[in-house]
């Protein structure tokens, strides 16, 4: 196992709407491992794979530390079927150090994918789950954080961050 640098905005990467796995070979059995491995090691609760410069659909997720009976969860094309309600609750991203924000998101979402040995799986999640689960897929399609609030904390944000990377 190894542990892959994790991109941080504004790499190109992360803007990009990654590919559909269409095979489960041993190079992507190792991708996930290494993918565990790397997201433990930075305290995060969820990754996906465009923030290790792989564009393509696989996120994993542990909300373990915070929410009692959840463990890993490794998903394979996941998508979001069914959402409903909305919450706000402060978020941050492993690819935007150092930032947090309050967000809306839905209270509870019902997704849908395979996991690691191509079975398919749903998960029902709310709380802290159904939120890292929706965050994860954002960063399938390309987006992050910053592209959910509003222009005004975006541009703030933008030139605080990209001033600290100096
Ligand atoms: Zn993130």
Redesign the pocket.
């Known amino acids: 196992m190894a542990i892959l640098e994790i991109r941080k905005y504004p790499d190109e990467i992360l803007k990009k709407k990654a590919e559909k796995i269409e095979t489960l070979d041993g190079n992507l059995q190792k991708l996930i491992d290494d993918m565990i491995e790397t997201m433990y090691k930075a305290n ?1 609760i ?3 794979a465009p ?1 290790i410069g792989i564009s393509k659909r696989l996120i994993i997720v542990d909300t373990s530390p915070r929410q009692e009976n959840q463990g890993l969860i490794v998903l394979i094309n996941p998508e979001i079927i069914q959402s409903e309600g909305e919450i706000l609750s402060e978020e ?5 150090p150092g930032f947090l924000t309050r967000l809306k998101r839905k209270e509870r979402v019902l997704v849908r994918g395979t996991d690691r040995k191509g079975k398919e799986i749903e998960i029902e999640a709310e709380g802290l789950l159904a939120r890292a689960l929706q ?2 897929i ?2 399938l399609e390309g987006t ?2 910053i592209d959910r609030i509003s222009p005004l904390k975006r541009e703030l944000f933008r030139r605080k961050y990209l001033k600290s990377k100096k």
Do not use: F, K, V
Request: aromatic share 0%; glycine share 18%; net charge negative.
């Open positions: 995060g969820g990754l996906a923030q941050g991203c492993l690819s935007l965050h994860e954002d960063h992050l954080l």
